[in-house]
């Protein structure tokens, strides 16, 4: 099987042999069980994670309740950005939702790939920018679209979700609570809008 981190970078820019073979033996790829914590709120120090097979949640609690800030499927990052800042805490939890298989990395791994290969820093900040758009992109749709519309969305962009993921936790992520959820979906079946 092909190296999807390789094949992940190659759609950003065109690496040498040389370069996919330091990304194909630097990919740390691991599967994890459902229900395995990746990181938990409050560390300081935490890897980033790269989906090659399966379904991570990242969310808060908040006044003891879950809110789902987002999921990460094949082809994604999961990285804290607050925990690069060295003693700042990581404010969210990220647990696998399904078995997943994932490449995991770090500062210190990527400051040695980038001293091999300086070019994978600009590659590197190429990915930030992507994960960071995706990010503003999902929050800006939260202030401003009301759950009706973030649920379209989310159905209309990642359809698999509705499949993969229990749909309370669909619920938190649009934010409303599941008996919300349900009635914006006999709404929406009722108007014949999917």
Not at 41 to 48: F, H, K, L, R
Not at 51 to 62: A, H, I, K, N, S
Not at 94 to 123: W, Y
Not at 161 to 173: E, G, I, N
């Amino acid at each position: 099987m092909e190296n999807k981190l390789v094949q992940y970078f190659s759609t950003l820019a065109t690496l040498t042999a040389e370069e996919a073979r330091a990304i194909d033996e630097g990919a740390n790829v691991k599967t994890v069980q459902k229900g395995t914590f990746l990181w938990r709120a409050g560390q300081t120090i935490a890897s980033t994670y790269f989906v090659w097979e399966g379904c991570l949640r990242e969310y808060l609690v908040v006044d003891g309740e879950e809110k789902t800030t987002n999921f990460y499927t094949e082809n994604q990052w999961a990285i804290p950005f607050n925990s690069f800042t060295p003693q700042e805490p990581i404010l969210h939890n990220l647990v696998c939702v399904e078995d997943t298989t994932l490449s995991m990395g770090n500062e210190e791994e990527a400051q040695h790939i980038f001293k091999q290969f300086p070019r994978f820093e600009t590659i590197s900040r190429a990915v930030m920018e992507t994960v960071f758009q995706e990010q503003r992109k999902a929050m800006t749709s939260y202030l401003t679209d009301s759950p009706e519309q973030r649920y379209l969305k989310l159905l209309q962009s990642r359809p698999d979700l509705f499949q993969r993921v229990p749909q309370y936790q669909l619920a938190s992520y649009i934010g409303v609570k599941p008996e919300s959820l349900s009635r914006i979906r006999k709404r929406i079946m009722k108007n014949d809008v999917i």
